[in-house]
């Protein structure tokens, strides 16, 4: 099999064995079978084209070698494990995220039967529950944008790019389709679900795991483990005690509570670096000028993104994260009296305005005072700083920022859904943060014209990654506790949806390697 690369596609052509051919200067005769890895839009210069890589069976294989964009390879594929022995009691996976998702999906496929808790509502009360949050102020410390089937991850803009190299990369995707994706995810530049899609797409994997044995539990919050000499023999939950001797932990990055009980129970937790900052909007329009040039405003061209980090001299990285074109920012939070935004946009992108969170690194300095979970009370600080009545939103034009000078009102109109109160944002950050927010912002605008001009603020963002790590052995296993598998994001394995789907997938792997020793 030949890995083709650089294979041109003219916008509004759709993409054929013809374009391989021409590529290889050969007969449609000789391709027997194609694949598309990859797809990309080349909008640089004054050439506006599609780019692909493709994996092909190909006659005489050899003579195409010589071309530079191709290569023998053969296209990883994934191979579902196989347990040898059954156990006498089913595993036990604590959260319903993209890490609990898959890994029930992997032990439900060779017929381990787990037993999956959620302490949230399945997505369709979820959906109902974010909607009252959004228009009313009605906060559900149990039923939110972090907590309830799918994850954060449902409630935002169902990113799915990765970095990641890895065949259970193939597997997410594949499931994903399964469940009614579009297939092009599995090979587009930066694929992308919503959360419209997202919420469809949760239900059927939930569905698919039932039908293979697997068993839900909902509104379901673990409360403690059972323990016998460091050994888990059960679980005690705030609706039943569950027997068990693996716990698959996929609590997410927002479960502290769950930490703390943890951490007394002997778990081995340490603090990690994360990052807080704001987000900020924009007209979508100022970014696909910026993305597109001359060619924006092209019939077939899509809401463009954008992806900017700098260095800074208080030696602080800046960056964007989690860029929602044609999206909402929402309320994010866990608690009363605590604010937290995000940003969430549906499959379409077809909204006024961009967000994105604008990222400042945070390093332990900034928060330890000798407890693993510190981290958590500094963003809580924050939340509370950062709240007022009925979840209104500290708001600020990025140009006043830089100025030190509250708004008198907005440059655009904001997509959050509750109202906004004109603050100095410098008010919630230390100085090393704000400087380095600061000259991250001019960095930005001079790649981005209009950036700054054009740009608001909202605050705050802090959960945009879990501020502690939960020790693991080289099997997936916890340190200190036999039978407690920590994955995902939460535990601080992973960075978003496909990567801790990934880390999910790993630890029930993991899982049925110890069974079937």
């Known amino acids: 099999m030949l890995k083709i690369n650089q294979i041109r596609c003219e916008v509004g052509e759709t993409f054929s064995i013809h374009h391989i051919a021409k590529k290889l200067r050969c007969s449609i005769n000789d391709i027997q079978s194609f694949e598309i890895d990859r797809e990309s839009i080349d909008a640089r210069g004054d050439d506006l084209h599609y780019s692909y890589s493709v994996y092909a069976s190909i006659k005489n294989e050899d003579k195409y070698l010589k071309n530079r964009d191709v290569k023998k390879e053969t296209k990883e594929v994934y191979v579902l494990p196989t347990a040898t022995k059954s156990s006498k009691q089913r595993p036990i996976i604590v959260g319903f995220g993209p890490s609990g998702m898959y890994a029930g999906l992997i032990l439900a496929e060779v017929g381990l039967n787990p037993i999956i808790i959620e302490r949230g509502q399945a997505v369709e009360q979820r959906a109902k529950d974010i909607n009252a949050f959004f228009t009313k102020g009605k906060l559900l410390e149990s039923s939110n944008v972090q907590f309830g089937e799918g994850g954060a991850g449902t409630f935002s803009d169902g990113k799915l790019t990765t970095r990641m190299k890895n065949v259970r990369v193939s597997k997410v995707y594949e ?8 297939p092009a995810i599995q090979y587009q530049q930066r694929p992308h679900l919503g959360t419209d899609v997202l919420q469809t797409i949760v239900k059927k994997i939930r569905e698919k795991i039932i039908r293979f044995g697997g068993e839900i539990h ?18 005690h939950t705030n609706k039943q005690d569950f027997s068990t001797d693996s716990v698959i932990l996929c609590t997410g990055h927002s479960a502290s509570d769950t930490y703390e009980t943890l951490l007394a129970q002997g778990v081995e937790i340490t603090q990690k670096d994360f990052a807080i900052g704001v987000r900020v909007e924009h007209p979508q329009g100022l970014i696909d000028q910026s993305t597109y040039g001359k060619h924006y405003g092209h019939p077939t061209l899509k809401a463009s993104s954008y992806q900017l980090t700098t260095k800074t001299s208080v030696n602080r990285g800046v960056y964007s994260f989690c860029m929602c074109p044609g999206g909402v920012v929402i309320p994010a939070s866990t608690e009363q009296n605590c604010l937290a935004v995000n940003g969430m946009s549906y499959s379409m992108r077809a909204g006024k305005n961009a967000n994105s969170a604008i990222l400042v690194q945070i390093p332990r300095r900034d928060f330890d005072q000798g407890h693993p979970l510190d981290g958590f009370q500094f963003q809580k600080k924050l939340e509370q700083l950062g709240y ?19 708004s008198d009102k907005l ?9 906004t109160i004109m603050k100095d944002m410098h008010a919630f950050f230390s100085d090393e943060v704000n400087i380095a927010m600061e000259e991250g912002m001019k960095q930005f605008d001079k790649r981005i014209h209009g950036w700054i001009d054009q740009g608001i603020m909202i605050g705050l963002e802090t959960r ?5 790590k939960i020790l693991r052995n080289d099997d997936g296993s916890s340190s200190t506790i036999q039978g407690l598998y920590p994955c995902g994001e939460g535990a601080g394995y992973a960075g978003g949806i496909v990567s801790s789907a990934v880390d999910g997938i790993k630890q029930a792997e993991n899982y049925i390697a110890h069974l079937n020793q």
Not at 411 to 419: A, D, E, H, L, M
């Open 464 to 468: 945009s990654s879990s501020p502690i």
């Open 388 to 406: 007022y009545e009925g979840f209104a939103a500290p708001a600020q034009n990025i140009k006043d920022y830089l100025k030190h000078t509250p």
């Open 411 to 419: 440059v655009i109109q904001t997509s959050y859904p509750r109202s």
């Open 175 to 182: 499931e994903f389709v399964e469940a009614g994706a579009n």
């Open 218 to 235: 909902f509104d379901t919050k673990l409360k403690s483990l059972y323990l016998n000499d460091n050994q888990i023999v059960g679980i």
